[in-house]
């Protein structure tokens, strides 16, 4: 009895397919940015304590709270729309949340039910002016990125007299969950093991919300109602799928989110203030392009979101580690966000084609 000969071709095409199938996945070139990064900023802020874990803290809780907004804005760029109202939107969750406790004594956790309540009803009109009007997300949220730091400044002036607002009593549980600064060390003296140190309560918070956001838009059915609409919105529509009240969700998440940061600063800094964070609309956009969504939406993952947001946080606090002139720092965040996309197309670009290459 003589053996069917092996197919040799047939095992090598396999094994490529599966060694590029890692590249396909959006979050790869995310991932191999974050460590091309982590190493470059480790290997010239060794001396200075980059890799400890005191230094770590320091780009992890700038991370977390660009990372807070950016898994929801990253919602929107996969559906095909943007939201730039957040910048707005982080003041006026800090400043509601200061008023309703210290100037109307009301309990602070019914101040953050408040000023969640704000900002869901801006994400509302965000998203009704959005599907009602058609008029493109970026018009729509840039208009009312002014109205609402219109109003912070306003408002702020009118009922409370002034634009920086104290919150000097948050409470124990409220200042553990929101603003505090915590540790974990496993032992004492000089056998005592850091697991981390001073990380702040939203670098937790980013945790959770990267989970949540993990199962809707993995897990759940609606992640896949998300990448349809941004495919094709159209067919998505006649597919069934509730393509204006999602859109409509999805305005509210990123406006609830913009709110959260802002109380978390609020609460760790006992002090609010109506300046609007133009940066941090920027910020929040580059972390999602570079952990692979693309901007032309029905692409990416939270994963991918994640490794953009250690990445741009390391680039943005690392160069305070190393010898390099500070003001080298916009250089290196611009040349992050080019290179990111550019091996983001490339990647994913080599293993579709080599993938169809198989198939023929």
Known sequence: MVDAPVDISSTKEKRSISFLGPLRRPEAGAAAAFVLILVFFGYFGLDRNFMTALGASTWLNFASKVGIIAIPI???????????????????????????????????????????????????????????????????????????????????????GTTQHSLQDAGVVSEFIFGDYHSLILGEGETAITVFRSLQSSFFIWIAVAIAGFYVLHVSHWGNWIFAMGGDQESARNAGIPTAKLKIALFILSAMAAALVGMTEAVLANTASTTTQFGMIFNTIICVVVGGVLLTGGFGTVLGVVFGTLTFGIVFQGINFTAFDKDLNMLFIGSLLLVAVLMNDTLRNLATSAATTKKK
């Open 74 to 160: 990253g919602f929107l760029m996969i559906a095909g729309e943007l939201d730039i109202s957040v910048g707005a939107l982080i003041p006026a969750g800090g400043i509601v949340l200061a008023m309703s406790v210290e100037t109307f004594g009301l309990n602070i956790w019914l101040g953050v039910a408040i000023s969640f309540g704000f900002a869901a009803a801006i994400g509302w009109v965000n998203g009704m002016l959005v599907t009602r009007t058609q008029v493109p997300s970026f018009i729509v949220t840039l208009a009312t990125l002014f109205v609402v730091a219109g109003l912070n400044a306003y408002v702020s002036k009118q009922v409370a």
